[in-house]
């Protein structure tokens, strides 16, 4: 195990070094963070994660809490602070750290919110990278419902949590992501964490005696459960997990995005309000899956069926027991009924859920079958009825199936014969995953040489880079997930398939985007990096009008020095607009890129000069 985890380790530590070296970063600890949270994102619910390296002081210097990165969820109610431990020594030996080496970061992370919701950033410079990450957390404190803490390190870590948790009035959540657990996430495709539930030993449902009837496994090789979960129940688990649990649910995407279907929101709290025995009667029930489950089986089967007019006498067998644990538990139907319970006894003290209880159908099967398509076929069944489209299962699905495949048969143009490829990761980990097939280190080799680490690229990356193109860098800027949801959206709604030609744009565009990563001029930006990126993609396609050829950037696979020099100049002006206008507004630069009205202003403010001369930089393909 130790020598896989070495290779693992020297595979870490190249990937960190071309992170640095990629977007230009000073510090090993901030390259390592940011590529492991490029890994790890998806798989834990952060997927709008921004890296800062941010610490909150005393008067006399002493460091009172840190951070390396943060995550807000969409919705606003979980909050996620990251701490980076890094061993910099070797990477031909495993540094273990014991739980007294880990117990420092647990208190600086819990000391950054603290501080942070008791308004530190009142004593704080603007430009400190505390500032804006310490101001959020004030701001949203009264809405976030779950803290969650996670340790990142290329170390390995003896089991660690905090000795004393200070946070009272939230969930909390202790994570560490140590080199093992690194190791055994990064190379195999699973999207998201294992949500597992105890019934004998966890304090938090032991209480809970779920009895169930369940079907005799068929040919299909799936368990089916029926079963009644109290509301209770379903409330805790969307406190501790919150939109962890609604992985694979299209209605919950759909209903938190829009408006149209508030009332059905609002007829569930009326009923938890005045007819709460009423709601397993009311309401359709949740579906789920699972990849196991643990049951006290009761000693009889009873065949339901009936001997059919050729003698066969069916096997329609049915049992029934009590169950004691579930395994990998994702809600697939039923979001919307989840989160809906949850968010109203919330914000009514006096709905208690005390005799709700909803219908569960639980799905179990083995952990080598499609998850992923299998939740997909049930959404698509089960939903049926309110007009969720077919697209809104298909098109994401055949979108990045498509891209996939054209990256693993489309050659990067090369004058010298080389076989390379761009590696797009349709799910996070595919890279590691089928480089870790070759056991053999000339294997290893050859696969890196095919598909180079730096040509490497994500869904997200891809979506932050045409929004920004598609003339939308307030939606660039607002989260990597949040971003890439906004970029599905479109894709759906045009119907859009990539061609070759699509394909050749988008990595002529990543061109762009990654030259603009790299650039050292940005380590002065600080948090208007994302934003000077992306409304200069933004701009620099607004003043061309359609005349910068993507596929003349795909050919050459690199900028000409005229256009690098137009779009550093682009960069500087910009970073002033955008300064400017977060000034008039009292605000910072990241918050006020979120608007949809500053990008035409800015547009509009550039003088004539200045945008000729980028345009005829940018132009300039020679």
């Not at 994570?175 to 495709?189: F, I, Q």
């Not at 699972?290 to 009889?300: F, H």
């Not at 990761?425 to 040489?449: C, L, V």
Request: some cysteine; overall charge negative.
């Amino acid at each position: 195990m130790n020598d896989n985890l070495l290779v693992y380790l020297k595979s870490l530590e190249e990937n960190t070094a071309i992170t640095m070296d990629n977007e230009q970063l000073s510090h090993r600890e901030t390259a390592f963070t940011t590529y492991v949270l490029s890994q790890i994102a998806t798989k834990v619910g952060a997927d709008n994660y921004e890296v800062v390296h941010a610490d909150i002081k005393n008067s006399a210097g002493s460091c009172l809490g840190e951070i390396f990165a943060y995550n807000e969820s969409a919705n606003q109610e979980v909050l996620t602070l990251f701490y980076t431990i890094y061993d910099s020594s070797s990477s031909n030996e495993i540094k273990v750290l014991t739980d007294t080496d880990v117990q420092p970061a647990w208190n600086r992370l819990q000391g950054f919110y603290e501080k942070a919701i008791r308004g530190a950033y009142y004593d704080m410079d603007e430009n400190d990278p505390a500032y804006e990450v310490s101001k959020m957390i004030d701001d949203h404190k009264n809405t976030y419902q779950t803290i969650r803490f996670y340790v990142l390190s290329n170390c390995a870590i003896r089991q660690s949590t905090p000795r004393k948790l200070r946070i009272r009035s939230k969930e909390t959540d202790s994570n560490v992501w140590d080199l093992k657990k690194l190791a055994g996430n990064l190379t195999n495709t699973s999207d998201h964490v294992e949500i597992n539930i105890d019934f004998e030993n966890d304090e938090d449902y032991c209480m809970y005696k779920i009895p169930y009837i369940q079907m005799t496994p068929n040919e299909h090789g799936y368990r089916c459960l029926l079963m009644m979960f109290p509301g209770k129940l379903l409330y805790k688990l969307y406190r501790k997990w919150n939109t962890d649990l609604l992985m694979y649910n299209v209605r919950y995407w759909l209903t938190f995005k829009k408006t149209k279907r508030k009332h059905t929101n609002a007829d569930i709290r009326e009923t938890l309000r005045n007819e709460k025995s009423m709601f397993l009667a009311y309401n359709n029930g949740i579906t789920a899956i699972a990849t196991n489950v643990k049951t006290d089986e009761y000693n009889e089967t009873t065949n339901v069926g009936e001997e059919d007019p050729s003698g066969y006498t069916s096997n329609d067998m049915v049992s029934m027991g009590i169950l004691k644990a579930i395994k990998n538990f994702q809600i697939v139907n039923g979001g919307q009924t989840t989160a809906s319970i949850f968010k109203a006894r919330e914000a009514e003290s006096n709905i208690n859920l005390i005799g709700t209880f909803v219908q569960v159908k639980l799905i179990v099967i083995s952990e080598d079958q499609n998850v992923n398509e299998l939740a997909s076929k049930i959404s698509r069944s089960s939903n049926s009825q309110n007009a969720v489209k077919d697209s809104d299962f298909s098109v994401s699905e055949q979108f990045n199936t498509k891209m996939q495949e054209l990256s693993r048969t489309i050659k990067i143009p090369s004058d010298k014969g080389d076989i390379e490829y761009w590696f797009y990761e349709r799910i996070r980990g595919q890279y590691e995953e089928e480089y870790s097939r070759n056991t053999r280190k000339e294997d290893r080799e050859t696969f890196i040489s095919k598909y180079p680490k730096a040509k490497r690229f994500i869904k997200e990356t891809m979506a932050i880079a045409r929004k920004s193109w598609d003339l939308d860098p307030c939606e660039a800027v607002k989260g990597a997930g949040t971003t890439y949801d906004s970029f599905i959206t479109d894709i759906r709604e045009k119907g859009t398939v990539p061609d070759d030609v699509y394909y050749k744009e988008t990595i002529g565009l990543l061109i762009i985007y990654n030259f603009l990563k790299s650039r050292p001029e940005n380590k002065t930006y600080k948090n208007a990096k994302a934003p000077v990126i992306a409304y200069s993609i933004a701009y620099a396609h607004y003043i061309t009008f359609d005349s910068l050829s993507l596929l003349q950037i795909w050919q050459r696979q690199d900028l000409t020095d005229d256009q690098k020099k137009g779009f550093n100049k682009l960069c500087e002006i910009m970073f002033k607009m955008l300064n400017m206008a977060a000034d008039a507004e009292g605000s910072t630069v990241l918050s006020i890129s979120k608007r949809k009205d500053v990008f035409r202003d800015i547009c509009d403010k550039i003088n004539a000069e200045d945008s000729t001369a980028i345009r005829r930089l940018i132009l300039n393909s020679d």
